[in-house]
């Protein structure tokens, strides 16, 4: 159960890190979007491992394969079913430690939830590789949103405690050229020593990612329940390792006097907008104008290559692990691709609802 | 749409700040528990404002009221409605402000979205008020949950910038007899002093609350998408004013290292426990049976009495506003109840979700 | 559970039929609709008892009571909830009876599913009184629906075997001014005659009631598996004694050569129809702008004064019952008017979810 | 929209006729069932054509492929995706006719809702062959419910008007044994004339099929909304054809007075029983333990090759069709197997709701 997202543009997950494939249906994406494997290829290529954070010996090229909804190069209106297929899947290590708990994994969980039945190669469908079926439905949602001008940006404002603070503009264009998804290269570069040092450690490094959507349409965000921010931030906490989501001023809201965290509106150009945006674009968990902020925290891999303590679960002992392999010492700059996609997904989803994108493209 | 939460204990809000009054009905709570008014006015009465840190001038007896689905004091399986009804609604002094939105309120974007039909007296369904619902169908939650020992305790841990960090324990007594709601005394006081400074000021404070749940089964949680953290944080920004979720370690992950941050299983007394609690009891959007630890970011009442910068919707012109009458300096302390209404909702939902809570109780 | 019905539009039904109330809340009304109680009374006096078919000993006024959701006399965006007050329930009687269920009724399968809890008086909430609120929400979907031109007709076609086939208009005017809802005066004479008889021998009458909706906007319904039939046919079994559901030629299909029942397609003044409407309006799930064409089953009111063969559930022995106190003899023509509103509910979420009526009534 | 059908075990459908595949993904399958391809393919070989009702020329091997949620024999409790790959479509012909939609499919429907982008090669999405994804999903369901029992058997009761009325008992051997799935091969022989009859006409034929479902536990079915009936009535119409449903007696309650059609309670070795079952086993929209019975009316295949009156939509003019190559003549023997699986999918559905199928199989 659980594994449908969404109310009009429903996204529906399969697949597991070392099974077939990774898959993902879409249940009412509006029909006569233009659509091919190339629009979601290039997507999915941002979230691939690269070689300055991450170091996955698993060479996939999840290449984007539509199985269903397309015709004429068109969405038809009926599911459109995407995959990738596992190619690289080497399975063979993980018969040795299935009763070895990885610490901070889905390892345990997965074992008492499923009664031990779950698929524990990889993490099976609790693997990060399931977030590839994130990315090919966030392209579909980005093509939707941008019939309506919403454009989204994902950068790293931290990792291992190194904060970008550097910035004066995000640019796409420099978050998108460096390996860091970092609006800025100088504190791209510390966060690189901070991941060098781990990685010679063997430890991971956790982050803080921000998602920032501009020209979302007032009128997002179904109250009391459906609020932009429940949405959102229930998308978001399916991305493996979220275990924080807070919007403009977040959590710093509670060193600010109302007097301070209220947004003035004032008149701009013919216009309302706010003065500024602790609001994070959202008042009464409905979008204003302005730009769509999120942040989420990201805690470090949980596979690291130091020496753990754990459990055997079959002898009911203590024991201790090692996980052996190379592996990403840090995945948050590739995350930022799945944050992307799934504040798209989300977005999509509550524009569908409030009427804003239509049933058919014209 | 959108004012329905849950899938297996499903609520649905209803009613406005100055209508008639103020209801939840709740489908799918199981058949054969006892429950009376008084159950619930027990939780209703936490929620209620109190002298030390809030001024609301309306009184109002908030007396829960069962509409349907109690029969011979046991519920029915069939749908429960439970109201307050509205009584000291003084609606007089809306019509002069409607054009003119509260900056931090959603006067603006309920405006919008609902094209001015919206009803802005008091906020209309957006008004903290709609949490007296939450309340109640909490209070039926929190007494499904009793019956698989699930405790939840909400504490204030910083209102205004001033943390509460000199308690060792945490003691539901302590928290629950002091009006801040904090663990310990000395930091209530502080935090006392930071509210009447607020006061003087004519402004308002913000701050963080954390809700604590023990004794939660493991296997709570349906990934990929109803997680765990994802449908508890849906739930949680359903709370008007909430800005930010974070569980466990939260946002501080990021400072952490995997070795750090990984909480290493052991057997303890022949269970298997973590020996840290980073996860905040949850691992791959699954509880593991360790403590589910959220914490919550509230920020500071938008009223506040200080003249601000808004704008006159009709005449699209910059104004003034300063809110007249007297309101809550801080809500942070009625928040917690709400926080742990809000998440005894969504454990019970999971709960029942999973077959752990049983469809008839005996 | 399962007392929620639709996606957009989305009613949820509470209340019992010797308890405080039956109410529905309907979730997903556009803002900006005018709504007045006169409106929905309107509708509830056509599902009134009347003299010539039922004899229910029950006085209740049953006039509407909109608890939420109005504001200056239109819809705001909000939960709009609606209730009767149960007035003239008198409760005495069921203690005797309530380990003796009654042949054809719930009594016995809501005993076994909700472990006795069930309100067994009056049947509970498995009442035929549940459906005024049913009637309630039709009154606001059929006003959604009447900014769209469709228009909704229930006529009885056949009580206790008599069929009524004088007719060749259905005229609304003579529907709803004969007590029987038939089209045609003299088949109403002979089904009133019909009753007659059963009524002398204290037994009960069922029968078949036909909706026809018009101006139906092409595009509803939502395939596979919310089809415009599948969706309307689950709304339909939801009112109590309805056991088939069929549209269009319906169960004579079986009769008829796909030469006969296709529908050929014509052009008629530049518009697209169909020669006959053997689909209903229905193609693929879809409506295809032809008239909606159902028809419902309606078995006889199981509470019948004739003694009955049963059991005592608590000894485990057979019984015999005899139901006192006067009922309705024959509920067909009622359940009309409960037909009408359910396909206004139904229709009008599936125009919500297709985009053809707004979000905003202006 | 509308791809997914049930709350617990969860069926979402992709495909096309033409295009790569058909599937479907089962979430909320628990897990521990043990389920292999060949279970699945002795489903789908039921809903083969054969050679005696119908003469599709189109060869599919139509062989289950497992793409999810199976590890070491046995369901995961991750979602469950299942495909049939497509191999034999011919797509050629359907440009010609692309303009010219077959009376009584719908292709015109569909048509006007997907603003001409669906997919019109063998009807796309509406094609009878995504039922082969039911039938893959009722297949599992068939083998959860296994656990508790339930056994459900269709049958042919009438085609092309001819009555199967010789039958004294039915018999899952007799009916599986005979190209028409009746339970009577006298009578299958006259339906079988009537088939060649029709085919040397170049005409269709329709009938009706009734589904019964035995040692149905008591207490299935969620009123008021998702009753067994209504649940059942939706999954049911999603089967292409499927014009009419009805349970227990059906649309002949209206010749039955309330003393014939009330299901008098008996005890019989211990149990409560009724003496006839009008009622269809349901109750108040409740399983009371007695089978459930329901039948559904099939309308004729809309594909003959006799000329048929339609209209040219892009030219808005009356034109002719006569469908060209070997077509079903009856589909309604095929039919039997979706009925079949669809009540599973539904009754399976219902039974994980209740908490009688448990979340892991053990």
New interface residues.
Partial sequence: ?????G??F?I?????SH???I?I?I??CP??LPLSEADIQAELDKRKPNDAVSSTPRQEADKAD????I??G????????L?VWNEDAKSSGYEKTKDI?R????D???F????G???Y?GG???SGR?TAGFVMAGAVAQKLLDLIGVKILAHTV????VRADSYDVISAEVVNNNPLRCADLRDAAKMLAAIEK?RA?G??????IEGIAINVP??L???????L???L???L??I?A??????????????????????????KR?K?V??TN???G????????MPVVV?V????????S?K????N?AK???AELAIKGRHDVCIVPRAAAVLAAMMAVSLCDLAL???II?????
């Fill in positions: 159960m659980g594994n449908s997202l109310k009009k429903v529906t997950s399969f697949g597991e099974g077939r494939c898959g249906v249940d009412g029909a006569g539509i199985l269903s909804g015709f004429h068109h969405t038809t209106g009926a599911p459109v079913c995959a708990p610490p901070g994994h889905a345990y969980t997965a008492l939830k499923y009664g039945f779950n698929d190669r099976g469908q609790f399931n931290e990792i291992g405690g781990a450690e430890d991971s490094l956790g982050g803080i007032a009128g965000g179904e109250p009391l329940f459906d609020t921010e429940g949405d931030a229930k998308a906490f399916a493996p979220v275990k924080g989501v807070e919007f403009g001023a977040g959590f710093g809201v509670s060193q600010l006097k109302g007097s301070q965290n209220n947004d003035a509106f004032r008149i013919g309302i706010t003065a602790n609001s994070g959202i008042l009464g968990g409905i979008s204003s104008g942040r925290a990201v805690k470090p891999t949980p596979s690291i130091r753990q303590n754990t459990v679960i009911m002992e203590n609802r409030a009427g239509p049933e058919v493209i014209k």
